[in-house]
């Protein structure tokens, strides 16, 4: 059973880059023709998707047009995990962050616990 | 593109509440739904417009047509009380996600 558990700093100075990683258990990355995606949510508010990476197609990636000048998602096949990035955060940016495996045509089968990042100064 | 959905539906337990995702020609799209408690990630309760995730109860259905896609739940329990939120694929926006839909059962 694949399982994904979101990792890394829950508060960010503002202005700072923002950085998380996604482990991935049950079964290797490169299994299957999956995406890798991450999205957030702001307290109280609903679902933002941010970007995905690719194992194939060169490890392409894809982001939301809104975000895409701040982000950076990547997949490490060694480590079974993929990241993101995040520059210049503010306030705005503080919210539940999810890491979840996108399959099909663009649904999110498998989702992980979230981890919540605040951003403050 | 933009997802509507109504803020909130609430419905007895037992009857069937029907959750609305409106949006330009989205009968030309595929439509996934997801469900989520407080506190938790969200659950796929519907792909594909209509299909079912093994584990997700019949009671559980889609449909997409026109401008509005439709997540119905038959004979609601208290257990379905939740967010629920449409999603499509975009070739403009890519991942676009609905506003949510709060399920209350009275």
């Known amino acids: 059973q694949v399982q994904l558990q979101e990792s890394g700093p829950g508060l960010v100075k503002t202005s700072q880059t923002l950085s998380l990683t996604c482990t991935v258990s049950g079964d290797s990355i490169t299994s299957g023709s999956y995406f890798w995606s991450w999205i957030r949510q702001p307290a109280g508010k609903g679902l933002e998707w941010i970007g995905r990476g690719r194992v194939y197609g060169s490890g392409s990636t894809d982001y939301n047009p809104s975000l895409k000048s701040r982000v950076t998602v990547a997949v490490d096949t060694s480590a079974n995990q993929f990241s993101l990035k995040l520059t210049s955060v503010t306030a705005a940016d503080t919210a539940v962050y999810f890491c979840?495996?996108?399959?099909?045509?663009?649904?999110?089968?498998?989702w992980g616990r979230g981890t919540l990042v605040t951003v403050s100064s | 593109y933009v997802l509507t959905q109504p803020p909130s539906v609430s419905v007895a337990p037992g009857k069937t509440a029907r959750i609305t995702c409106g949006g330009n020609?989205?009968?030309?799209?595929?439509v996934h739904w997801y469900q989520q408690k407080p506190g938790q990630a969200p659950v796929l309760v519907i792909y594909y417009d209509k299909d079912r995730p093994s584990g997700i109860p019949e009671r559980f259905s889609g449909s997409n047509s026109g401008n509005t896609a439709t997540l119905t739940i038959s004979r609601v329990e208290a257990g379905d009380e939740a967010d629920y939120y449409c999603?499509?694929?975009?070739?403009?926006?890519?991942?676009?996600f609905g506003g949510g839909t709060k399920l209350t059962v009275l």
């Open positions: 020609k989205i009968g030309g799209k595929t």
């Open positions: 999603q499509v694929w975009d070739s403009n926006s890519d991942n676009i």
């Open positions: 979840a495996r996108e399959g099909g045509y663009w649904y999110f089968d498998i």
